[in-house]
């Protein structure tokens, strides 16, 4: 058997001599003179950096948290996690749903408040949101949060 190198680093092996092919001795039983691995030089696929995709990335939302509660008149910020992050912050577009209903001005960033009307009333509120790229179209979606609100009612003595 003959092995040898071509000027694109890539291995072969055959059974006829070639220019600059080395003997490559095999008997049964052995794995002597059996080569295993890339050639010395040669770049394996899992060698090669991992181009990342949109397909690859992961859309979180971390703010609210999971059943957060809040209560009073405490801010709401909604916060999302690209992994991994987009080159630019324009890369991507975010739409930002609450209860179901797209949540308007403000809300096409990684990072904004709730406004205060879309909140005013007690309850439990569902946050989702939807990452878009606009050159290939596809879109993922983050698994929806849902939060919490307590305000005080007029009727509460704490309520001034």
């Not at 080569?35 to 971390?62: E, M, R, S």
């Not at 080159?87 to 739409?95: G, L, R, V, Y």
Request: hydrophobic share 30%; no cysteine.
């Amino acid at each position: 058997m003959y092995r040898w190198v071509d000027a694109d680093g890539v291995v072969h092996f055959s059974d006829q001599p070639a220019d600059g092919a080395e003997k490559v001795t095999t008997s049964s039983g052995s794995t002597r003179g059996i080569l295993t691995g890339p050639a010395p030089g040669v770049v394996t696929p899992q060698d090669k950096p991992k181009t990342t995709t949109f397909a690859d990335a992961q859309v979180t939302i971390v703010s609210p948290a999971q059943d957060q509660t809040f209560s009073g008149g405490e801010v709401v910020t909604a916060s999302l996690s690209i992994e991994p992050p987009p080159k630019s912050a324009h890369q991507f577009s975010i739409t930002w749903t609450l209860n179901g209903s797209p949540v308007g001005e403000g809300a096409d960033s990684q990072s904004f408040t709730l406004p205060e009307a879309l909140t005013a009333g007690r309850g439990s509120y569902t946050l989702g949101a939807t990452v878009t790229d606009p050159v290939s179209g596809q879109s993922k979606s983050a698994a929806p949060v849902t939060f919490n609100l307590l305000r005080p009612s007029l009727l509460s003595p704490q309520h001034k």
